[in-house]
């Protein structure tokens, strides 16, 4: 518990926290970001900087921005204030975040000992992800990405149909 | 091939970045302060008032007529007409302009502020370096820095200054001619008066105008 | 002695350090490494605007700046007095803390790049395990500043220009990393200094830069194309076209804000060229084996200036792309291209060094080069074009 790790957790829940609470909706898509990179120093504190700088790839340059332009896009006004959620919508929202942090603090719990890591603290560095990606796990990347493809060409797909019966 | 277009685009900037460095025809630029092009005759730019001999404020040609300020499409000239008289280069009593005001900040440029002149006093000036860090005073300029010498004019524009010379010569070489012919039945008449009415005087010992000598008493009178 | 000269700055800040009290050592030394950053990299930006203005006015036959100093050497400091003393407008309906914000986060971002960038031999700020990765995510967050910059102004020419700008950075992001893979794959690691180490060695006279292989040239050329696009350079430029909306996502700042987004466009400018000689021109590595003695810093930042002349080359010679023009050759040429030259840098590996290797692979990429560009031309679908709300 050392002092960064206390700052950037802060600014990692703060950031989650205006996320929920602002009013307007860029604004929230803008604390998320701020939160998104509390966790990626969080992770470059963890000595893990391969993972912290996708975070920061990932989430910041490509998730944000797609959350953004999605705002733009869909919203005539991109200034209007959130109304805020039904009863029902807060309801189920706490329950998925129950859910979720369930779910989370199970696998901590289960997964790691309770004694602390003694001796060297385990390399992640880019060599051993990519090794580990290319060989253990190659069968889930390849999943992943068959998936990921074929959300492309669907999407794809979508958006031409749509084209064509505008014309 | 693709990109061709791109190489024979930067093949021609790349010539034209060394050739400026080699071939001084290329830079057309004139650096203003220091070169200036050399003007045309018909250069035109803000009017000034002409006056002959030496002595701006005697010579004036302007009789403040006021046609130019009525002529002035966006009404940039301000004038105040003399209440007395002064005589002109031929030795005629004519108004003067007390005041005479040209607005450059609002002046368009047009000349016809000279066209209309029928005295040729008014003419398009040369000069344009009229900036002032004053907008309004600083631009508007009175008839001590309008007012220019002949000698201006000719140096500016030759050969139209020379064109107005001879029509205003002439001019007053008729106006002089009607001056002496006047003079003259001035004084057969007069003659002619003293002849037939010697008991009644006074009008007789009134003078032909001449020159110069009756303007500051009259001027005294009408201020009184 | 050319080794202490090609060491002097790395002697230089050994020599400060042993008179630092070990308490405070740690942050002295990220100063020290620091600070030169932000000075030099800011220099090197006034001395390329002044160049690019005057080498832009030459090749279109005009002087340039030649008023602030002899030959106009002192108009960045002209620049820089006009900015700081100009008023700093913001608009009444703008979000105001996000309006502050953007041209500060770009301006972080732009320098936090530089600090993966080995500009001498030991010079870097952090030798990072994921140097390159760095990079590319730090340049990611320029985006969401420029998008922060257009939204806020609450103009609709800045957010125009803040959808170009993303759409345009999005589309030769992937490009841009795509072609600096070849480089990491070659080297084996995504550490910058590696990369260079790499490169640094020599085959008689010819050093062993990743730009004289066929997979090589192919990647700097597209990493090339793609670093303008990413920085909005000319011809790349239309976030800002002054034709159509007059500045793009800056267009509601002034005095010093405005100044910081023109700083920040320089920066981002030299960082890309900067990662494209880490990458592909051996980064502070002599071209020649002769050459050696002299300093490392010198031949990096001499690269860095031939390439900051390259693009106000391009920026004088090519005119302003349009959107739908530049997301075809972003999509259909510059990613498959990119893409090929991934496979054909793993069959360069593989294949027995020599004539074939070279042979086959340029032929490879040659092809392809070919063909896409042929399919490039061939898809004149804006001719097409017919304006339904014209008539």
Redesign the interface.
Known sequence: MTLSFMLLAAIAILGAAAAMNLK?A??CV?AL?LGMVGLAALYLQLGA??VG??Q??VY???V??LA??AI?LTRSR??ETLAPGSVSSRLSGALTALLVFAVLAWAILTGVSPQPLSGAQPEA???EVGVALMQRFVLPLEIIGVLLTAALIGAGVLAIEEKGGDR | MLGDGIIKGLAETARNFFGSYVDKERLTTVQYPEERLPQIEGTRDFPFLVYDGDDWEKGLRCVSCHICEKECPPKCIFIEKSKDKKPDAVGKLQFYPVRFDIDVSVCMSCQICVEVCPFDAIKMDVEFELSSDDRFGGLLHHKDKLAKSNEYYHKIHPTEAAAVDAALAEEREKEKEKQKQAALAAAAAAAAKAAAAPASAPAAHVPVPAPGTNTDTSAKEETK | MPEMIDQIFVLLKQWIMGYVPSGLQPLCSAILSVLPILVVFPLLFAITTVLERKGLGRMQNRYGPNRAGPWGILQPAADGIKSLTKEDIVPRSADHLVHLLAPILIVIASFLVYSVVPVGRNMVVVDLNAGVLFFFAIGSMVELAVFMAGWSSRSKYSLLGAMRAIAQMISYEMPMVLSGVVAIMAAGSLSTVTIVNMQAGYTGIWPHWYLFTPWGITGYILFMIAATAESNRCPFDMPEGESEIIAGYFIEYSGFKFALFFVAEYLGMMASSAMAITLFLGGWAAPFSFLTWIPSWFWFFAKLILMLMVFIWIRGTLPRLRMDQLMNFGWKFMLPLSLINIVSAGLWHYLPSGFTRWSVISLLLLLSCFLLSRNLRRNKWFQERTYRFAS
């Open positions: 307007t860029v604004h803008l970001t900087q391969f700088l996708t920061v790839l910041v340059g490509a944000a921005i953004v332009f733009m991109t200034g560095s880019v060599r």
